[in-house]
């Protein structure tokens, strides 16, 4: 679809949020439509999990959006979709790749939204896919019980606090969830969440620059739980690490169930967003260090570093690669 001005962030550009839910939107509907290409059970695909995905390219308003969207794996009871999107000039007839992700969905039966229900398999053209698909698919289901067992944490309010530390950024969004935010189940839509993640997450990068800023990538979002229409969710964002030109702040969802519901609130999502700080030019600019004073604060920071450098030498591995080629 072509972007319009309504899509656009402060900078002009389209909103990271907009390009996230375009690529759930496409996810969700490729793998429904697999999930139910056999008799048997109806059924709504939800997401479970979306891996790294890079921004390579801003998206402009005036561009066409083009969104694909491929099955490259299924186990018994998942889907894994690769996603692209490509923009396109429309007066100069010029493309280019901006995003690439991949997402897991779950199909839910339409009768009882508690039940996962299994997927058709698919047919590989060598078994090499089938065999690389099942490693991809051991190791997110590995993340996802380690970013689970460290979802305890919890986003308090600071006062008065120093310019640059995490309690002067930190932010948080509340949202009642209504019908236009759900899936045919009354469960919301991953595209949604992500889209107020990302929003989330901005303004926090926003105020520990105080520049323009636009989204880089983000890290594993993993969705543990599924979010009831009606229910109001809490979205909070806090810096964890900061590089030379980078920041890393991670993002929890929580929501609290109907109120005649006896479940308390939960953690619903969770991830790391990187941002850049841009100048009015769009080159980048200096991000001002992040200050840590607490030993949570201190841990968090060295952590984020790892998977910096762990990215930053992984990036570096693939252009060498590209480069031998």
Not at 118 to 125: L, N, R, S
Not at 158 to 186: A, F, K, M, R, W
Request: with cysteine; aromatic share 6%.
């Amino acid at each position: 679809r072509i972007m319009r001005p309504d899509d656009a962030n402060v900078a002009g550009n389209v909103h990271g949020g907009t390009i996230l839910k375009m690529i759930e939107e496409a996810g969700a509907i490729i793998s429904t439509r697999h999930c139910n290409s056999q008799a048997g059970e109806a059924c709504v695909a939800a997401l479970a999990r979306v891996e790294r995905t890079d921004f390579l390219s801003p998206v402009c308003i005036g561009e066409v959006a083009n969104v694909s969207a491929e099955i490259t794996y299924t186990s018994r009871h998942s889907v894994e979709v690769q996603v692209n999107v490509m923009s396109e000039n429309i007066l100069t007839g010029a493309k280019k790749v901006t995003n690439k992700a991949t997402l897991w969905y779950v199909p839910l039966s339409l009768k009882n939204v508690n039940k996962v229900l299994e997927v058709p398999p698919i047919q590989y053209a060598r078994k090499e896919q089938e065999d690389e698909g099942k490693k991809r698919y051991e190791e997110q289901k590995l993340d996802r019980l380690e970013t689970k067992q460290r979802n305890g944490d919890m986003i308090f309010p600071v006062i008065n606090p120093e310019p640059h530390t995490v309690g002067y950024s930190q932010s948080s969004l509340i949202h009642l969830v209504g019908p236009s935010d759900c899936t045919l189940l009354g469960f919301v839509h991953g595209g949604v969440t992500m889209k107020l993640m990302d929003e989330v997450a901005g303004i926090v990068a926003a105020r520990h620059c105080k520049t323009n800023i636009v989204t880089a990538s983000v890290d594993a979002i993993n969705f543990h739980k599924k979010i009831k229409k009606g229910s109001v969710i809490t979205i909070s964002g806090r810096m964890t690490f900061t590089s030379n030109k980078s920041m890393e702040i991670e993002v929890f969802v929580d929501a609290d169930p109907f109120v005649d519901e006896p479940q308390e609130r939960y953690r619903a999502v969770s991830a790391f967003f990187t941002y850049v700080s841009l100048s009015k030019e769009g080159k980048p600019l200096p991000v001002p260090q992040l200050l840590t004073e607490t030993e949570d604060e201190k841990r968090r920071f060295e952590e984020g570093k790892g998977r910096y450098l762990q990215t930053k030498a992984k990036r570096q591995a693939q252009m060498q690669q590209a480069a031998r080629q």
